[in-house]
DNA sequence: GTTTGACCAGGTTTCGTATTTGGTCATACG
DNA sequence: CGTATGACCAAATACGAAACCTGGTCAAAC
């Protein structure tokens, strides 16, 4: 099998069957073998992509995190006007929903997710939380967020927030959460104007961010 | 041992015991003798007040409830401007931290609480939830609570917002969470008069709230 | 009438064994 | 010659039986 393309193709089967049995056994009882199986090749293979079992399934995660990112960018690349925080965590909100295995690592689902729940923050935040920040910076420049307080603060309650509405069940509508952030972190009003001035910056951070992660994918591909 | 006065007090000291057993080993590792020997009375004496060792610990958990709740209606009764949602939820906030019992109750720290936190919900919430969103109500009808929504469902906002913060690690100041409730649910203005005005009929609501589960601890006795 | 601790069934811990599984690597294969 | 594989092994996990503990009862003591 030449490497290059059919080599990545191949990771993106196995991490397919490991994210598949991952939803339907949990953590847990998903052996390598049953991965191996379900991928169509031997054991072995997996350990030429992934050094243990542990962080291949990080990487079950990683990339669904990956993805989720990827649709909000697509989503503010369509529209300029989810750039705007409470748009942006609407999205994101709805999006964490829909995919069980971001759902389960943030309701502290152990049943599925192990003991791979404590590993997961030290894998997935290294500069993903300064991203987040600068973009809050970002609309505070331009009176798109409350400026009677430090970013950095607004994120520490925002992160609270976000969670809180993740873990409830069943998890409350998105336009609440939308509703309250905007009340919470937003100035009165929200220039669209402003929005659109801001969209670019906005989406090059978080295609940033999530580019990043996508080489961390692949460096271990 | 004559009934009446001395019954209730023998109660006390033995949730005493059993609420210093409880934080220091765990409800696993705490058993009915411990709890009878550091209260000094035969194992049997215990059920006598309660009738399995589950409803014992359910109301160590009610009782310390019920303090933290008739602390707030202190500081109510103290300063009518406490009523201020903003202001009751750093003060109730602030509380619950104090009460390492309480906090392991909203952080799901399954370590002490063990099998009780699943009970812990279904106890604890027949009609609280209900006089919460009384308040709630009481507020907007005098122009402190946002209006563009129910309060059941700024009921349900708010109980993310909290919970959020709670089992945040290291917990928020308390200042953030007054900060982000009052943007997120008061209106712009909150007025003084009508602050004063709501009081009274805020604190009965909270008194009549705590009375119900004291009752329900007495009746146990 | 109240309190108690011996008592017992049910549950939990322990500990030794059988089984499974993560990870390696010599071999097969292309 | 480089890649893929599954037999292989140590380590972890699952299992089962026996020892131990504890929740809850109740006859006896007070």
Redesign the interface.
Known sequence: MPPAEDRAERAERILDAAAELLLRAGYRRTTIEDVAERAGIGKGTVYLHWKNREDLFLAVLLRESVRAIEDLVRAMEADPLVTRLATLTRIQYTNVLARPLLRAGHA?DAGTLGKLLPKLHDQLDPRHDEAFVEYLELLAAHDLL?TD?PAR?LA??Y???????L??SPP?EPA??A??VA???EP?AVSTTQLRAVAPRAIALFTESAALDRKRLERAY
Do not use: K
């Not at 992160?159 to 509405?165: D, I, N, P, S």
């Open positions: 502290d409350r307080r603060e520490v309650a992160r609270a927030v976000l969670h809180g509405f873990v409830g409350p609440l959460i509703d309250t009340h919470a972190f009165l």
